[in-house]
């Protein structure tokens, strides 16, 4: 599964608002990434011992939890068709991986509670979008590339929040692992929240986030400030003792950065 995340961007950075953005693209307008309890690929060998234990336990729950994951990389279309076709169907198969993935209630209830089930399945048939939600997993499989390089991190600072208390527990990778993949700036574990942890836990996510991004926003600020760039200029903010890059356009100054987040309600 793709990690869930929060990015704060530029919202002027990007040449193309229609394409998909490059690695140095990325670099250019991401100022900082927030990531919850994120799925990584097992790295290059040689492992450490906590590596060599994520990767067994993530093997393992692959081989007993993974089948959606299979499917909906192989066979989005006739997934897709069964889903659109059925409330039924398409309530079993979110509502199983929303009830596993919760964190529960003092009451042992899933903390992603009926109504807000019964909302999200709504909004899945009432637009017809249970098969494009899909294609995030196709696209995964089949583009190269696609997958996070280890031992080359790029260099936008990423906090990294891992979560817990699901009934079916996540693999959850060791720090050290994540430092082959991200430049880390802040690392956290939590017993709670969870798969969904702005429905299970959003005043702790909401810290979590102002934590973050507050440094990065302050410090980006500044740097444009202090440049004094005229209307068509742009320049980096010299992030470097966060290995950041961000660059604002003064004619844009006024609308601030943006928070885009990728999360997922269902599978």
Not at 242 to 261: D, M, N
């Amino acid at each position: 599964m793709p990690p869930d995340g929060v990015v704060l961007i530029d919202p002027g950075s990007y040449p193309d608002p229609g394409g998909r953005p490059g690695r140095e693209v990325l670099h250019r307008a991401v100022a900082g990434i927030h990531l919850a309890t994120p799925g990584l690929p097992a790295p290059p060998l040689p492992w450490t011992p906590a590596e060599q234990a994520y990767v067994a336990e993530a093997e393992a729950w692959t081989a007993e939890e993974g089948g959606y994951a299979h499917e909906q990389a192989t066979k989005p279309a006739t997934l897709g068709a069964a889903l659109n076709d059925s409330p039924v169907g398409l309530a079993a198969w979110i509502g199983e991986k929303i009830v596993a993935w919760s964190s529960t209630t003092d009451r042992g209830q899933p903390a992603f509670d009926r109504d807000l089930l019964l909302g999200t399945l709504t909004l899945y048939w009432a637009t017809g979008t249970a098969a494009s939600s899909l294609l995030p997993y196709w696209a995964a499989r089949h583009t190269p590339g696609s997958a996070l390089p280890a031992g080359d991190p790029p260099p936008v600072p990423t906090a990294v929040s891992v979560f817990g208390g699901e009934r079916v527990p996540f693999p959850k990778p060791s720090r050290e692992l994540a430092e082959r993949f991200f430049t880390l700036t802040g690392w956290q574990e939590h017993d709670r929240g969870g798969h969904f942890p702005a429905v299970a836990e959003p005043r702790l996510l909401a810290e979590i986030l102002r934590d973050t991004f507050r440094p990065l926003r302050e410090l980006c600020q500044g740097a444009s400030r202090d440049a004094g760039w005229g209307l068509a200029g742009r320049h980096p903010c010299p992030a470097r003792t966060l290995a950041a890059r961000c660059s604002v356009p003064a004619a844009r100054r006024g609308q601030g950065f943006k928070f885009s987040w990728r999360t997922s309600a269902g599978p």
